[in-house]
């Protein structure tokens, strides 16, 4: 019934051979590997040197070759290897977030045009099969937003940091020893990394595409020991939530650390896992969670993907296709809990609403409902440190001023 | 692109009118329905009557319709209606978990010689997409246990009784006015309907066809005072745990209330909430957490397999046509609790490995390995109250001889 598929391989990092692995312990699957491109050929590898080439053209020119599959780090280069391949007539699955989120509306015409399916459920929350299922089952619900831990290295970071009291360093360090941080660091600490993959589930959940750049990250390379301890002492976790709502016809979407309370659906998801919860209006609160980061993990969502073409799946990207006119808006409040040492960096004014302020021992705290606006030039500084609060929540602009016109009228 | 797909429903219940309103409500479906048939065509209904009919041929002979979409209570009439609509060439969607366990292997053959699709997200475990996934995503892996709620009534009466305090059987009427719980409450309480859905999901899961009658399931009518008061002393929550295991070529699986602790994933599911956790070679532990009952929630399960149906969607039952040899077996011990008033209910030469005993306020308990035969035995009385104990796992026969034989080499 199914057709074997032969597969063209680029990159054998973590993910490629924790496919390779995968592939070789599965029987279920109908596809092999049959060449694997590598920038070094010299380099030392676990498996023999005649599965390898360093040249693309030997899997991009291989017409037995059904699927390119692309694992490497390099965004730009793995951006002109999909076209070739989309202009090969070969499927492509992908791992790489920053590629995606980059060039996604190019890459969904691309599709259209060479006739040929995309797949990159591992590029979002490892082996949580979110795309497929924000694709597959929510075509018919309303969807109303999107949030969840979308790096595992961060939040294997913060676990460590909370539980056992481990040193930042230290902890980024050890997540990058076990394989769960990208090798620039930054793309994880500084929100980067699950910025991408909002923005790639944005598109699934909203249809609607948005540039990265459009979309604030906030990391955690901020967090200070003082926000550990007034987490601690009220019974929070920090966490790093990805999220995004619609509300009218506009999208919003940030990644900031959070207080999160211990009943939160957040809390409990430790070291490298990631969740997912989808808010629809009938399946109302759906969470998903499983392992975000690690070669298995992730070669496990790249394999489901070639599964997947085995039997000619295709993302219908089906509310794109609705008559949509959303658009992606940076117009909204939020709650934050602002940190600063010099007292002219942050002002009462600078929030819409000004909710309370304190200092103790030099330092300056101050929350409130503030602009996303405001947030990204406080977040361009490393003096002022900004974490949500536990029951924060997008507010459009919209939204509050029909909240203003209803208690003055 | 997609074809309007016109459907008749049979019963308009709770879940009936949920997916009469959300059908209503979204523009996303290419779905109508035709004509609704009801048993008792005199009674009031919230919308015009000219939308019913009590004569089942009226849906089952019209040409026009394409899907039959069963949401009634009886079971025995639940399948001769399935079995008439695919034999008139119409595919069928049904949330009736009694009658897919029961029949799930003569369905799987009934729509290869009909061709024609049955779907039944809806059946097992509301708005969490698990048949789906374990469909959908898992072909490629190698899945060795599926444990979760699988019954959002008993999650709630528990909920409300270690929460709030409330007595048994002001929690059960609660649920029932919430419409959580079934018409026959015993099916809830008893454990047989998660029974039924664990039944399904181990085909989905395992490629395996097992009878409802071969599952064990304890309910949660048996727990009393003490064992609260035991849970409540320890930091556990009760829950009642539907879980399946594969060993070598056998499958396991039962239903019963356990003691969970803190850390477990299942702890802060609370309410009508469901959850399932996968345990894959390569994925590892993802967990699913959903709305598991309510008129929403299966209503927009059933709408997606509706959905589904509008590119032709079918079950592969993968894991059936892969030369599989697995088969469903009882021959396994789990840790329990077991407590009991008369002190020759229960000895210590009726454990495997006796763990702990002891008597309080004429009480007794003890703790240790038993056999699942031994557990079904005991659950046919009142008189013996069975919890499986926080870490408890299923060892099948095999494994512990195995054990044995290597303790004694």
């Not at 202009?87 to 259209?112: C, D, F, P, R, S």
């Not at 939020?334 to 030099?362: K, T, W």
């Amino acid at each position: 019934m199914k057709k074997k598929l032969k597969l063209g391989l680029f990159g054998f990092g973590c993910v490629g051979q924790g496919l390779y692995h995968v592939l070789e312990e599965t029987s279920g699957i109908k596809a092999e590997i049959k060449k694997i491109c590598v920038k070094h050929p010299d380099k030392v590898r676990p498996i023999p040197a005649d599965r390898f080439t360093y040249r693309k053209e030997d899997l991009l020119l291989d017409e037995q070759i059904d699927v390119i599959v692309e694992l490497i780090d390099d965004a730009d280069a793995a951006f002109t290897i999909l076209k070739e391949a989309l202009q090969h007539g070969k499927h492509v699955v992908t791992a790489n977030k920053k590629m995606l989120a980059e060039h996604l509306e190019e890459i969904y015409h691309l599709q259209q045009r060479y006739n040929r399916s995309v797949l990159y459920e591992g590029a979002v929350c490892g082996s949580i099969p979110i795309i497929r299922n924000l694709e597959e089952y929510y075509d018919n619900d309303l969807i109303s937003g999107i949030e969840g831990i979308f790096n595992g290295s961060t939040n294997y970071i913060l676990t460590k940091v909370f539980e056992e009291r481990k040193g930042y360093h230290e902890a980024l360090r050890q997540a990058q020893e076990l394989g769960f941080a990208e090798s620039d660091p930054s793309l994880d600490v500084k929100g980067f990394d699950p910025k991408f993959k909002l923005a790639i589930a944005i598109t699934h959940a909203f249809g609607v595409f948005v540039k990265p750049e459009h979309i604030l990250n906030i990391g955690i390379d901020n967090i200070d020991a003082l926000d550990l301890k007034f987490a601690q002492d009220n019974g929070y976790a920090i966490k790093l939530v990805a999220r995004a709502v619609k509300a009218g016809n506009e999208v919003f979407g940030l990644v900031a650390p959070q207080f999160v309370e211990r009943q939160h659906n957040l809390y409990p998801v430790r070291n490298e896992y990631n969740a997912v919860t989808v808010v629809g209006a009938f399946a109302e609160r759906q969470l998903f969670v499983g392992k975000g980061a690690g070669s298995y993990p992730t070669g496990s969502a790249v394999l489901s993907d070639i599964s997947a073409l085995t039997y000619d799946y295709r993302y219908e990207y089906k509310k794109l296709t609705q008559g949509n006119t959303h658009r992606f808006s940076n117009e909204a409040y939020l709650e934050a809990f602002i940190r600063f040492d010099q007292p002219e960096l942050v002002r009462m004014h600078d929030f819409e609403e000004f909710h309370s302020g304190y200092a103790a021992n030099g330092h300056h705290y101050m929350t409130g409902l503030v602009s996303l606006e405001k947030l990204r030039s406080w977040a361009a500084s490393a003096k002022v440190g900004i974490i949500l609060t536990p029951k924060t929540r997008i507010v459009s602009y919209i939204e509050k001023n029909r909240e203003q016109a209803c208690s003055a009228a």
